[in-house]
């Protein structure tokens, strides 16, 4: 895999997906004035979108933002009860006959910071700036995902120097949660456009023409904890895994990057011997992100404890050894602190990280029809305790529903050994590509007129809400694109500058191209 400078500004080679060299940009001092770049319309649309708080399921600002925005321009609007805006712009004179296009976005953004960032996803803006041809955020993710599409959208609305025919934008909200609930929630009369333009994609200068489905998956281990008193005399240390780079668990899945859970397991289950029983245990938010960072607290038989930070510290360069590329600033540290007042049984321990160390992890199966495309994954997402023991959050992913299913019977098979509940739910739905579609064919006919070649056509890992919203309208022409994202749900997320002007200006022409009823 590539090494993050890979990826990031001034790191040298552009990443494999792009189709145009990012390397001969200038090299630019900071910016804090994200509005000044160019085109001036979306970013400063995506600036105000950074400073309203729009975490999955609390989109009630943007959604009013949204409303205003449509009725203030004069246009229809309709707000769903789920929250979902739709604002429709008339065609430009002379476009009337064109076939009707729907542009489509979530407003809502995966909320994750450093374990240092100082940051309430509830009430605070993001702190965006530019720097050498990027934008990124202080600490937390930036929102680009699905931001600057919503950003784009708006910049269509305001636009008067625009040509298109019949359009609609459609704004939905909670799509990075369980089951995408507000395209799951569109009512099914309210789109008359007859093309639907997904602008969720993160792969600048390509087109998206399917995706894989998904579902959520927790289990709940029992676990038995025992007092800690003066007749078990023990020690307390921390122990804290971090730096991991983490992402996107479905477009980063198959980079080989660590996961911060595992780790931790791995390292228990190595470093038995000095029987480190757990009294916390605690990583991870949200399931469709790769964890970044997990942090224990582990009590020792006072008589095994001199060498434990030691074993830590050796286990520590193992793993850096192992991942010098994938994961280059990995950290794994132990310290001692103040005794807690209990503590795992030794057999609720080693059923706990066991299980946890078994269940299915990263590719299960890569794709037989599209070569180097990953089928079917589950992410090992989030750890955290519950009244009778620890919840495992995981999301699973696959372009075939019985594959899912396949997974949650080999999950449940796993869990059942340790008496474990699973649960599944949020399931959402592959969007199976249609390579005769005609606004394919009308977006290939236009990128080779404006850019001399053919854009890359491809299907996307991820969960795109395409899928949901072609259950409720089965006759829709439906594509997706994007600019270049790296590094989404994380907080190294950031979003290239000449990539977003290269998606807009594909974008307007589309709009303007697309062919008549």
Not at 74 to 88: K, L, M, Q
Not at 140 to 145: R, S
Not at 170 to 199: C, H, K, Q, Y
């Amino acid at each position: 895999m590539h090494r993050r400078n890979s990826y990031l500004p001034g790191g040298g080679k552009p990443p494999f997906f792009c189709p145009y060299s990012y390397e001969h940009q200038n090299s630019e001092s900071m910016s804090h004035d994200i509005t000044q770049l160019e085109p001036h319309s979306l970013w400063e649309h995506f600036y105000t979108l950074s400073q309203i708080p729009r975490p999955s399921k609390h989109e009630q600002q943007v959604t009013e933002h949204l409303r205003n925005l449509g009725q203030r321009l004069g246009f229809e609007t309709v707000v769903e009860p789920i929250g979902n805006v739709i604002i429709r712009k008339p065609a430009t004179p002379g476009m009337e006959k064109r076939k009707g296009i729907i542009l489509q976005a979530h407003t809502d953004m995966v909320p994750q910071k450093n374990a240092d960032t100082q940051h309430d996803f509830l009430t605070d803006p993001i702190d965006t700036y530019h720097e050498d041809g990027w934008v990124k955020a202080r600490g937390t993710t930036l929102g680009a995902d699905n931001g600057i599409g919503v950003a784009a959208m708006m910049a269509v609305l305001t636009a008067r120097d625009l040509k298109h025919g019949p359009l609609e934008m459609l704004f939905t909200v909670d799509e990075e949660t369980e089951n995408m609930a507000g395209a799951s929630n569109l009512s099914p009369d309210v789109l008359l456009g007859d093309i639907l333009i997904n602008l969720d994609g993160e792969r600048g200068g390509r087109v998206c023409i399917g995706c894989s489905g998904g579902r959520v998956a927790t289990v709940d281990i029992p676990c038995t904890n025992e007092q800690l008193g003066v007749e078990n005399p023990r020690k307390a240390f921390s122990i804290t895994i971090k730096g991991l780079l983490g992402g996107h668990s479905a477009g980063d899945i198959n980079r080989g990057r660590g996961n911060a859970i595992r780790f931790m397991m791995r390292l228990l289950k190595h470093l038995q011997e000095f029987d480190p029983r757990i009294a916390t245990l605690n990583a991870g938010t949200v399931d469709n992100a790769i964890p970044r960072e997990c942090f224990a607290t582990v009590v020792l038989p006072l008589e095994k404890a001199s060498g434990f930070i030691t074993a830590v510290a050796q286990f520590e360069q193992v793993v850096k050894e192992e991942y010098t590329t994938a994961e280059p600033a990995i950290s794994i540290s132990a310290e001692e602190v103040d005794k807690p007042k209990e503590m795992l049984t030794h057999q609720s321990q080693q059923r706990l990280i066991g299980s946890v160390l078994s269940c299915p992890n990263g590719i299960i199966r890569m794709n037989d029809k599209l070569p180097g495309h990953v089928e079917t994954s589950n992410n090992v997402a989030a750890i955290h305790p519950n009244e009778n023991g620890y919840q495992l959050l995981c999301l699973m992913r696959s372009n075939h529903a019985s594959a899912m299913q396949a997974v949650s019977e080999e999950m449940q098979a796993l869990f059942s050994l340790v008496d474990a509940q699973c649960r599944f739910f949020g399931d959402f739905p592959a969007w199976t590509p249609n390579i005769n579609s005609p606004i394919l064919a009308s977006m290939k006919r236009v990128y080779r007129l404006a850019y001399g070649k053919e854009p890359d056509i491809f299907a996307t890992h991820g969960g795109l809400e395409c899928g949901t919203i072609a259950m409720h309208y089965p006759k829709l022409d439906i594509i997706a694109m994007g600019p270049t994202i790296l590094y989404p749900h994380s907080p190294d997320e950031c979003v290239n500058v000449k990539s977003v002007q290269h998606f807009w200006d594909f974008l307007t022409r589309v709009l303007e191209n697309v062919d008549s009823k």
